[in-house]
């Protein structure tokens, strides 16, 4: 039989030595009091002396360390962008508005162009005749090739109003002749514009009132009629009414005296070109030599056939113009009342 079993002897010493037992997973190393761990440095604490020494040190390669811009924080952060979006906005916002005000302003010109084409005013025959007409007017009608929407306003109205209707008033033949003789110096704006003052002068174109003036006093230097024409051509419209006054008495009236020439009717040219339009006719040259005649001055063939279109003795208005239909529209209800062989 076996005994119980026996027990080792062991002293203290060797059981104080020998390593307890215990499972492989549990095995720990014998704690030690822990040392207090020291927070490491920031890079940014360090001093400057210590980088530059840290580079000059010729163990380790000099490292160069990056100048970062200081970090902004967040508040600044979305201030800066908030102020960017605003700039950018108010950017495209500004470009829109200079895109529409000039949107806006080419709109507005073109009205203003539209409204520049304002009524002008027009005197025909005086301050009696007030006459309104508008630029618009004088495009929408096709005129003579001589009157544009750039011709003198009077000088327009005298085309619409004036040139080429008959006239068989004694005075106004005498106005008309005279102020044909007075473009050798003058042009028809300028006689246009200064109507009133050449009425004025020369009384209403009365040829049995200007036949009575003073020739000394009239054509003197500093004279009002010496600031309109020449002395020569004073004294040949004064001359001119010595002579019509004669005509009155041989023949009743100046009217008959020259319509007769044309047979008391409105010669009708039908002319399609400005290039066809004479500047003298045999007709022309015919009366020329009659009133040379009789003592008239300046009234040569060309001054003549001017007159004789003025006055409506001969319808020269293009077949194009809107004037041509209405000359032949006064001239014959003229033949018809009888005003023609008046």
Known sequence: MSGPPRVRPMNIAHLESRPVLAPAG???????????????????????????????????????????????TAPSLLRRQDSMTASCSSDASSSTTDTSSLSGRVGVRKKQYGLKREKVERVVGGADSLMTDSIGSLESRK????????TDPWYAAFHDEEWGVPVHDDKRLFELLSLSGALAERTWPEILNKRNMFREVFLDFDPIAVSNINEKKFVSPGSCASSLLSEVKLRAIIENAHQMCKVIIEFGSFSKYIWNFVNHKPIVSQFRYPRQVPVKTPKAEMISKDLVRRGFRSVGPTVIYTFMQV???????????????ECMIMAEAGEKDGTLKS
Do not use: M, Y
């Open 143 to 150: 005129r003579c090739a001589w009157v544009t929407p750039t």
């Open 311 to 325: 006055a409506g003795l001969t319808n020269d208005h293009l077949i194009s113009c809107f004037r041509f239909k």
């Open 26 to 72: 549990n095995k720990t190393r014998p704690t030690e009091p822990r040392k207090p761990i020291s927070k490491p440095t920031k890079k940014s604490e360090k001093t400057p002396q210590d980088v530059k020494h840290k580079k000059s040190t010729p163990s380790s390669p000099p490292i160069a360390v990056p100048n970062f811009p200081q970090r902004e």
